[in-house]
């Protein structure tokens, strides 16, 4: 099975530059990505959020938790 790869689009990275603030990315393999358009760079500031457990890249074994957002009760 081929290896995901996530990087912000060209897209999203135009928008960054034209508005001039970072972008942010959460991937399904549990990765925080952080776009900065001064510097065209992509830094990797966090692997431990919940990941995707049929993710090929996945990061950690960090399960998301299902809520139902019809329900007001359910927490996050």
């Known amino acids: 099975m081929k ?3 996530y990087i912000p689009t060209g897209k999203d990275k135009q928008i960054n530059k034209n508005l001039n603030v970072n972008g942010y990315l959460v991937t399904p393999n549990g990765t925080l990505l952080e776009y900065v358009p001064s510097t065209d760079a992509v830094n990797v ?7 995707d457990p049929q993710d090929p890249s996945r990061k950690n074994n960090i399960t998301p938790k299902e809520c139902n957002m019809n329900n007001e009760n359910t927490s996050i």
């Open 3 to 5: 290896k995901a790869v």
């Open 45 to 51: 500031l966090s692997e431990s959020l919940p990941s």
